[in-house]
């Protein structure tokens, strides 16, 4: 008599293993070390599961910064355009206020100087619709995330820090520096 037939079963599992080989079918001593196998390939289970785990997430967080990177994408993709027509911009801007008064009046340059005029607010128009806004400065403190302060000037009317003059207008595209203000800031007077 094998250890096989000492063990109770039940008829299901003899009816089962009648025809099998008996050194194939687990004796005592196999199984034991069948269970210590077993508690090996669940650990090995559990560590592949959390590997599982550890992949799903690590792909939802690399969705999550693609998603991202596209939306900036989209959203600043025009930055370096918008850097090249600001100096268009500065240069029409310049032009109009360089028309003296007289002119503005004449009846031969009245028409130029309203076709100017109209450019200049069609291209703010345009700087709008793609969320590139003025950065406001003249009578604010210097703000060193938004102005650059190009020189001092002593002045004993305002507090030393605040902008006096601004030299070159800065631009945001959103949330983001496209270009600082070019500004003179207050000193104390000597």
Known sequence: MTENE????DAEAKAELE???EDLVLGAGEEEASSGELEAVKAELEAARQDVLYAKAETQNLRRRMEKDIADARAYAATSFARDILSVADNLSRALDS??????????TKNLV???EATGR????????HGIVRI??????LDPHQHQAMLEIPSADVEPGVVLQELQAGYMIKDRLLRPAMVAVAKKPD
């Open 114 to 116: 309203t076709g100017l």
């Open 6 to 9: 000492t063990r109770p079963q």
């Open 19 to 21: 025809g099998v080989p």
């Open 122 to 129: 069609e291209i703010e128009k345009v700087f709008g619709s």
């Open 99 to 108: 028309i003296p008064a007289e002119l503005r009046e004449d009846d031969k």
């Open 136 to 141: 406001a400065a003249k009578g604010l403190p």
